[in-house]
């Protein structure tokens, strides 16, 4: 073996680092040391050459051995926000960031961290970002966190209700809220993550006429459409989309009679059919709606309601009420669950059928606590959760068996969760407190 | 959600300001300019080529503290405006650059540029990375590409030079110069690097309009001095040359703009002048056979709209003309095998144009199907004919053919039984001359026969064949029924003469009803023995003797003792075996004694008597027809080289008009109850219908076997009211319903 050509000599701070090329070479070319080399990595005849770096010597070793080996130990005397800041100025965010925790598995979370709020009342909506950021949606302030979990300026709605929020990209946040009366406010925009600008505001059209409107449920589709529920003053109910290049409303589907789209409290775009699952749920309305929409064929092509369904038992109703729906296209069916987190199952691939119940948590009965939160529902790659009092459940498996649960004490019931950036958020509702889960990065060996 | 929001939010801020908190960050107030002075002059340097000397750690430290401590907006427009400093100087030296080396040096700078920006990027990382997204600034690359663009190309010394020396370039390439093609690809891929629509706006528009001024004159001047053929061949380099421009050095989307304007000035323009060009046109292409032009003619117009519908207008209109003069040509109805041999070498000649010019195009394929449709149906006598055709080659024209050969024969002749309306016709003769040919064991082949059979029910269904298998069935039979009658009777027959018979179904063969004749002694108590033979072995049926189809093998003794074996027919049979008692007869007595009906004993006697070299009888007086005074001898001068001698019966191959009519006549009788029995089956399952729409549905069931006549339809309905299967809407008298 020969001498290694490509070692490097660096000067970080007073403190001497022997590296080779190769190893900076992971950073990329979009860092500080890709700037350094040249295209072939040999080091950039500019550059001096005892290549004095004036900065933290401490951090710059915790970084060189995530170049080493992609893992990321911090040591205790090293604060998170310093050892950050050093990565940014070499352009190594990206890579701390992604061996922070591992890929997401909901039979391994572990709590990372739980953030504090300090709004009154209620939070509405916590919505996880596709980095790891997550934003808060609260009466008429959406609160927007980055994966470090600083806090960024918040997005104000001047007052108004905000019903629902979602991510476009890892800057850019779709808000939905109510119309004011009689000043035109109100209804979708988009705002920048990292400072809480306005950047767009998203018009109804009807009859060529631009109408203000509130906006309700959110859902965004792979191929760049935003679909929103729609209640607009002169009774247009239904079913927004817009582009979301141009920000153009491309089409909009009509509430039929005597069914309920534009109060929706839940929309699911579905990759696989191509159709736009859409909720309507106690108690919202007195009775549950549930449909699929096509909009190529401007068709309902699914759809179940619990409009006189027969009621044997007064006591009976409240088992029997749907409080969230999720769409599973893997199995071809419906999830919903009731508020005693029962989990019922609709086939889609038959219309007008009625809910299979699988009753597996009789023993909630009587321990309601005193300010319940409905029951959520979601999927994320085969796993579904659901929320129910102060913890979430993780079903698994072709009959969706309970195989984790997680819990934590503070802060409430939980009022809403989010899955994104391989994170799972958890919103409870007293004191806008809420929880970050990870699943550790894996095993050594 | 409004503009307000960001002003509340201050408003608020600021009442909660508290003064004590604010920190002052920046110690030197010369900090930002000092800094920047040496960012600058980095950049200076960079321009300068003169990179060796400065510490990149230095600099990226220089600029991430600028942005830090809040100069990223100093830093920004510092950048965009030293960039654009050192963007106007090499602006000045690209101007001043004479002729030919404009572009080399526009090149040279653009690299220099390049080169710069990177490093500058490097450098200034930290501000893309940080400072840029959160204040809606555009990126260094981007923004160094803008100048650029904003500086040097789109500045007035430049911009109009530019676009002209690469028009000019082109147009010295396009007639014929050598250009420095790796030059202009540079210059070409910097204005694609300045964004799509630079590109488009500055090179690629006025290209294209240049370039159909060019081909626009081009065009012109070639259609004035070239036949059709050779414009083709130039138009077919100029696309092939425009083509490999686009691949040498333009856009790879401005091949399908570039093309089409090429085809819109050298093709769609002329498109009907090219078809129709005096002497070397579509048409003589087409009747010189020159598969290579016609070829290209096809793949140039393919790639215009209606281009190929206009080259297959005119083959359509041509084939269509051609083909009638052929059908109605009364030279060619003489000779049927002729007429339908041209029919199939017409045919062969645009299969071929189309599978080696047309690339195997169905829309041509169906355009010469209904071409042939057209013209055959033109001529009533088509199905005669091809039936003839066919008779013609089973009976001799297929000795020494392969059977693959003959498949071939076969198929195409079912081609053009395709394109028939009356196929019922085709039946009708098929069937009279598959008769001749089974009786008189005429047929070469029993495989290609049945061969054609299996062909005719693919197409048209087990009911068209049926008959015509039934008589196969028969032949077979009778075979079996004639070793039955021997092996019974042989012994006591003795040495009579052979007999054999073709017991034929009623119903599957092309019967006359005909008077038997009389039969000689000795044969009629042959036959008198074979129909109890056949008639005990098979109850409960009629035989009846078609004497007028039958032959006979008669041997015969002439007065020098020259002996013969004669082949006849059975009636001329009848004539001789009278000769066997008498020396003389007269045409009265020969009448009497056959019964044979006066015009066939006419033919017979013709036969026997009139034809030379094969005149065994003779007659007084020696004249050409018979006359019922005439009497006749045995010819003992006879004479032959050949010891079988074959009498032929005098008969016209082709049908005779009274035959023709016949035929004819029962062709419209079979129709009758077919076209019946579709509209009851029609009316069975609608109940009720108008009259449009039955004839409509009965012509569609039909079509298969005929097109049937609307009149004759009418009739039908009314035959079948009249026997109340049908009757009329009292409501409504254009609709009928089904009486069950």
Redesign the interface.
């Known amino acids: 073996m020969g001498i290694q050509k490509d070692r490097v000599r660096l000067n970080v701070g007073g403190r001497i680092f022997e590296t080779t090329a190769t190893t900076l070479a992971i950073a990329g070319r979009n860092s500080f040391f890709g700037a350094m080399f040249d295209d072939d990595w040999n080091l950039q005849p500019g550059t001096a050459t005892d290549h004095l770096i004036d900065r933290n010597p401490d951090c710059f070793a915790v970084l060189l051995d995530l170049l080493r080996t992609g893992e990321l130990y911090i040591p205790s005397n090293i604060p998170e926000k310093l050892l950050y800041r050093e990565a940014l100025f070499y352009g190594l965010l990206d890579h701390v960031r992604s061996a922070k925790w591992g890929p997401f598995d909901g039979n391994r979370l572990r709590l990372s961290r739980s953030m504090t709020g300090r709004a009154p009342g209620d939070g509405t909506a916590i919505r996880a970002g596709p980095d790891g950021g997550c934003c808060v949606a609260h009466g008429s302030m959406v609160h927007v966190y980055d994966w470090m979990l600083d806090e960024h300026p918040a997005i104000n709605l001047d007052y108004q209700r905000v019903n629902d929020a979602g991510w476009i990209d890892s800057d850019s946040i779709v808000i939905s809220a109510c119309e004011r009366l009689g000043r035109g406010d109100g209804g979708m925009g988009l705002f920048s993550a990292s400072t809480g600008e306005l950047r767009y505001k998203f018009n109804v059209t009807h009859d060529d006429q631009v109408k203000s409107y509130t906006a309700g449920a959110l859902s965004f589709s792979s191929d760049d459409k935003i679909f929103s529920s729609c209640k607009g003053r002169s009774n247009e109910y239904g079913i927004g989309v817009w582009d979301q290049t141009t920000g153009k409303q491309i089409d909009f589907f009509y509430e039929p009679p005597g069914w309920s789209l534009g109060d929706a409290d839940k929309l699911q775009w579905l990759h696989g059919t191509n159709c736009l699952l859409v909720a309507t749920l106690f108690p919202r309305k007195d009775n549950c709606y549930i449909s699929l929409l096509d909009f190529r064929e401007k068709k309902m092509v699914w759809s179940w309601s619990d409009i006189g369904a027969p009621v044997y038992d007064e006591r009976l109703l409240d088992e029997r009420r749907v409080r969230d729906a999720i769409a599973m296209e893997d199995t071809s069916s419906i999830c919903v669950v009731n508020e005693y987190e029962d989990l019922g199952f609709m086939d889609l691939r038959s219309t007008g059928g009625s809910v299979r119940w699988s009753s597996r948590s009789r023993l909630m009965k009587g321990k309601m606590p005193d300010e319940p939160c409905y029951p959520k529902l979601a999927l994320h790659e085969g796993q579904l959760f659901s929320s129910m009092n102060d913890s979430i459940s993780v079903f698994c498996g072709p009959d969706w068996v309970l195989t984790s649960r997680l819990r934590r004490s503070y802060g409430g019931s939980i009022c809403d969760f989010s899955i994104g950036g391989d994170r799972l958020f958890a919103l409870h509702s007293e004191e806008n407190v809420f929880d970050i889960w990870e699943t550790p990065p894996p095993p050594i060996m | 959600?409004?503009?307000?929001?960001?002003s509340?939010?201050n408003q608020k801020k600021r009442n909660f300001q508290i003064e004590a908190f604010k920190h002052k960050v920046v110690v030197d107030p010369k900090y930002p300019e000092k800094t920047w002075k040496i960012l600058e002059h980095a950049i200076q340097e960079i321009y300068n080529h003169n990179?060796?000397?400065?510490?990149?750690?230095?600099l990226?430290?220089n600029a991430?503290n600028m942005v830090l401590h809040k100069f990223g907006e100093k830093l920004y427009t510092g950048l965009v405006s030293s960039m654009t400093y050192h963007l106007k100087e090499m602006s000045k030296s690209i101007e001043t650059a004479q002729g030919g080396l404009f572009l080399e040096e526009l090149n040279r700078k653009w690299i220099d540029h390049n080169k710069a920006l990177q490093m500058i990027?490097?450098?200034l990382?930290?501000m893309d990375?940080?400072f840029i997204?959160?204040n809606h600034k555009t990126p260094v690359h981007e923004l160094g590409l803008n100048l650029w663009r904003d500086n040097i190309v789109h500045s007035s010394k430049v911009q109009t030079r530019l676009l002209n020396t690469l028009l000019e370039l082109i147009l010295r390439e396009r007639t014929g110069e050598v250009i420095n093609r790796g030059l202009m690809r540079n210059i070409i891929k910097m204005l694609m690097d300045l964004g799509p629509l630079v590109y488009q706006e500055d090179f690629e528009k006025p290209f294209l309009e240049v370039s159909a001024d060019f081909y626009r004159v081009e065009s012109q001047k070639f259609i004035e001095c070239c036949d059709c053929g050779d414009y083709l061949k130039k138009a077919e380099r100029r696309l092939n040359e425009e083509i490999e421009r686009v691949s040498h050095y333009l856009d790879g989307k401005s091949e399908a703009k570039i093309t089409s304007v090429v085809e819109k000035e050298m093709i769609a323009n002329h498109m009907l002048r090219l078809v129709h060009m005096e002497n070397s046109g579509l048409v003589n292409m087409l009747l010189d056979d020159k598969y290579e032009d016609l070829g290209r003619m096809y793949n140039l117009f393919r790639r215009v709209p209606n281009g190929l519908s206009t080259i297959r207008d005119v083959m359509t209109s041509h084939l269509r003309d051609t083909g009638k003069q052929l059908v109605t040509d009364l030279e060619r109805v003489k000779d049927p095998v002729e007429f339908v041999q041209c029919l199939l070498n017409e045919r062969d000649k645009y299969d071929k144009v189309i599978s080696s010019a047309f690339n195997n195009d169905k829309t041509f394929q169906n355009a010469l199907n209904s071409s042939f449709e057209f013209f055959i149906n033109l001529n009533p006598r088509s199905p005669e004919f091809i039936s003839l055709f066919v008779d013609d080659k089973l009976r001799k024209g297929l000795k020494g053919v392969s059977e693959e050969d003959v498949e071939i024969v076969l198929d195409k002749v079912m081609m053009l039984f395709r394109y028939l309306h009356e196929k019922d016709v085709f039946e009708k003769y098929y069937k009279q001359h598959l008769a001749k040919r089974l009786l008189s064991g005429k047929t070469v082949s029993d495989d290609a026969e049945r061969s054609l059979i299996v062909k005719l029910k693919t197409e048209c269904g087990y009911q068209f064949t049926s008959k015509l298998e039934g008589m196969f069935t028969d032949m077979k039979t009778s075979q079996d029924t004639m070793q039955g009658f021997y092996t019974n009777h042989g012994a006591e027959l003795g040495d009579s003469p052979t007999l054999v018979v073709q017991v034929l179904t009623t119903g599957s063969w092309p019967t006359q009803p005909t008077v038997t004749c009389n039969l000689p002694a000795e044969m009629s108590a042959l036959c008198e023995k074979f129909r109890s033979y056949y008639l005990g072995t098979h109850t409960g049926r009629r035989l009846s003797w078609q004497t007028n189809m039958g032959t006979a093998d008669l041997k015969a003794t002439f007065g020098k003792g020259q002996k013969h074996e004669l082949n006849v027919s059975t009636y001329q049979m009848c004539v001789l075996m009278l000769f066997n008692n008498a020396d003389r007869l007269s045409y009265k007595e020969i009448e009497q004694a056959t019964e044979i009906p006066s015009s066939d004993l006419k033919r017979c006697l013709q036969s026997l008597a009139c034809v030379k070299g094969k005149n065994v009888l003779r007659k007084e007086p020696m004249s050409k027809d018979i006359g019922e005074e005439d009497a006749f001898f045995v010819n003992e001068k006879f004479t032959s080289k050949f010891y079988k001698v074959k009498i032929g019966t005098v008969v016209a191959q082709k049908e005779s008009e009274p035959e023709k009519q016949e035929t004819r006549q029962r062709v419209e009788e079979d129709r009758k109850p077919q076209i019946e029995a579709a509209i009851v089956r029609i009316m069975k399952s609608r109940r009720v219908l108008d009259h449009n729409n039955i004839i409509t549905e009965v012509t569609k069931q039909l079509q298969s076997r005929f097109l049937a006549n609307p009149g004759e339809i009418k009739k039908r309905i009314e035959s079948l009211i009249e026997r109340d299967f049908l009757e009329r809407d009292n409501a409504d008298r254009r609709l009928y319903r089904y009486l069950a």
């Not at chain 2, 959600?1 to 960001?6: D, E, F, R, T």
């Not at chain 2, 990179?51 to 230095?58: K, N, P, R, T």
């Open positions: 959600m409004n503009s307000n929001s960001n509340s939010n990179a060796s000397g400065l510490s990149f750690e230095e990226y430290r991430y990027r490097d450098i990382m930290y990375r940080t997204p959160g």
